[in-house]
């Protein structure tokens, strides 16, 4: 305590002049207005400048939040845009309500993604306890990104579209040609249609889409471009390759949709078989 005032003592006079000078500087800037005016306004220009920078950082630290109710908002947002989809065909005939597809969706984020693997998986940290379930598709803004494998209480494992057992009904959505998307393994940015017959003609820059035909996913999500075509070693199928839409190397925050008369749609397909068989 002794040293610290003797630390004091010995800077008498500057502090001395610090407190002069400040004195002077409140006099001259609390009676002349336009050194006032001057200094109010470089006061509020520094002191905008902290409280912005304050406010950026609190705003960054703050974006997991933002983004997780953003996610969650856009799910409700997506199942009320389902309820209001109507066929653009006009000579589509409605089947029994109860067998039009209701889609309910969800939102999570991506905590672990692998993309040099032949199966390649995604982990997500939300599960049972969320209403998550196998058999979901996954998908974000840009497309499909796979398919729900199996659940924990609060974690969910995916069937990346990455992985060469997944495959995805799909469409050319201009011309309503049927195929399915495979991942051949090779490149992360790229995979497979198949099942195209020879006779259809699928020109690059195509879009391909969901068919909604297996009930995983709705109809018309984004999969990817047709990137070329040849007729491939098949005889009875076009080798097609397309440039996949959603960037893997990049997934974040995806959304989960369960189609929730699956479970009937697959039991009458199953009696349907049944019938035929007798």
């Known amino acids: 305590m002794q040293r610290i005032l003797l630390f004091l003592y010995s800077l008498r006079a500057f502090l001395l002049f610090v407190f002069l000078e400040t004195i002077a500087i409140w006099l001259i800037v609390s009676f002349n207005s336009q050194q006032g005016s001057a200094f109010f306004n470089s006061s509020n220009r520094f002191s905008g400048k902290v409280l912005g920078a304050k406010n ?3 705003e960054y630290f703050s974006l997991a939040e933002v983004n997780k109710r953003l996610v969650d908002t856009n799910a409700e947002l997506l199942a009320e845009l389902e309820m ?3 066929p653009a065909d006009s000579t589509y005939i409605q089947l029994d309500s109860s067998l039009m597809a209701k889609f309910e969706f969800k939102g999570a984020k991506v905590i672990n993604n692998s993309i040099r693997l032949s199966q390649n998986h995604l982990t997500l940290n939300k599960g049972a306890a969320h209403g998550i379930k196998p058999g979901m598709g996954v998908f974000n803004g840009q497309g499909v990104v796979g398919r729900v494998k199996g659940v924990s209480k609060n974690f969910a494992t995916v069937i990346s579209l990455l992985h060469i057992d997944l495959l995805i009904s799909s469409k050319i959505e201009s011309t309503e040609v049927f195929g399915s998307i495979k991942w051949d393994g090779a490149d992360p940015k790229n ?3 198949l099942y195209i017959p020879r006779h259809v003609k699928i020109e690059v820059g195509d879009k391909v889409v969901t068919s909604g035909y297996n009930a995983v996913f709705p109809e018309g999500i984004a999969i990817g471009t047709v990137s ?6 098949d005889t009875n199928y076009l080798d097609v ?3 996949l839409s959603t960037d893997f190397t990049k997934v974040t925050y995806v959304y989960l949709v369960e189609n929730s008369i699956e479970e009937e749609l ?3 397909y199953i009696n349907s078989e049944i019938n035929n068989e007798q």
């Not at 070329?228 to 070693?233: A, L, N």
Request: aromatic share 4%; charged share 30%; glycine share 4%.
């Open 191 to 193: 995979a497979k249609m």
């Open 266 to 268: 697959d039991s009458l």
């Open 84 to 86: 209001y989809k109507k």
């Open 56 to 58: 950026n950082v609190s």
């Open 228 to 233: 070329e075509v040849s007729q491939g070693t």
């Open 241 to 243: 390759t397309v440039d």
